[in-house]
């Protein structure tokens, strides 16, 4: 079988340097061309040492003939780089993985609010798929253009989905108490980002409105055909890497703890990247750290009558180039856990 060719725009960022670490392992993936702008020439292997042996590639700059020569292009770059360049790579008959958030929220005068740019390609969205495999698999086997979801959706959604398809919680109110570490705000230098101001803290942040608070609303809405009213709060942990994510709800009816665990399990019984944890048992950021599993557990705790359920990420792998190979492997036929394999980290 012949290999998949694979651009990726942005090499030099956190999800640039995981899809490599990825894709290193693919059976069906070669790695073409991998783009920065500020290191064109630099072997991948000397920026990310940890590549070597693995990739005989140079950065290069981004261009249109070389990246049109791919069969996929992957966008590892900051919101409004790869709606510029998508609509030539489509009619070139490429198709797109962008891992920011360009084509994530359909309705475009909500994306261009929260995002605080105008739209470069609405003429295209249609040819959209969000690239959430568990809700979208089949769309997502013929999408031109994948919007691969955020990190924080992506646990979130998860964890929602069999309540609210099953009509058990108040739509009205709905909680979403999230963290991550700080690999999530990306590699660039930022002074929020260094270890004395991250280590040995934990804060709130985005209280009165996160970006990703749209385009987890817009999945819940789909979910139900309706409209939720969420409240979502993200937090920084002083970790690398990891999202937890726990989830509140109030049950619409009486059901039991063990109802609820059969109705996870069974909802995601055949589903290669989600584990729902046996009962009594709690999943932690460490059991998918480096993996592209989603771990979570449900509890409906004594005496009450909400529902919490606790999902856990890689946002680096689930949250970002794990999905993103996972979605180029259900595109392209092949099979869906291909370089996706790794077990997660311990310690
Ligand atoms: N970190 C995380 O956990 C997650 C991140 N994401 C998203 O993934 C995307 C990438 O994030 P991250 O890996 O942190 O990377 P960065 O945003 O730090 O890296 C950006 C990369 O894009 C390139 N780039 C920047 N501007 C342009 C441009 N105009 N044209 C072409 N290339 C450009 C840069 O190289 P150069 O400037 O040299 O060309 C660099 O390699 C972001 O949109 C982020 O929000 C998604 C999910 C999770
Ligand atoms: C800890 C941290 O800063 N996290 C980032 C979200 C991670 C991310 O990059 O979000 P996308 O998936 O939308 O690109 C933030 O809150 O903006």
Sequence with gaps: MSKVKIGIVGGTGYTGVELLRLLANHPNAEVMAITSRSEAGMPVAEMFPNLRGFYDLAFSEPKADVLAACDVVFFATPHGVAMDMTPELIEAGVRVIDLAAD??????????????????????????????????????????????????????????????????????????????????????????????????GFKAYGVNGHRHLPEIVQGLDRMIDGKVNLTFVPHLIPTIRGIEATLYGKLTRNVSQEELQELFENTYAEEPFVDVMPANSLPDTRLVKGSNMCRMAVYRPVGGDVVVVTSVIDNLVKGAAGQAVQNMNIMFDLEEDAGLKHVALLP
């Design 103 to 200: 084509f994530r929220i359909s309705d475009l005068e909500v994306w261009e609010s929260w995002y605080g740019m105008p739209h470069g390609c609405p003429n295209i969205m249609d040819e959209v798929v969000y690239g959430l495999p568990e809700m979208y698999r089949e769309k997502i086997k013929k999408a031109k253009v994948i919007a691969n979801p955020g990190c924080y959706p992506t646990a979130v959604q998860l964890g929602f989905q069999p309540l609210l398809k099953a009509g058990l919680v108040d739509i009205d109110h709905l909680i979403a108490d999230a963290k991550s570490g700080v690999s999530g705000a990306g590699r660039g230098a930022k002074v929020g980002s260094l270890a004395a101001e991250t280590s040995e």
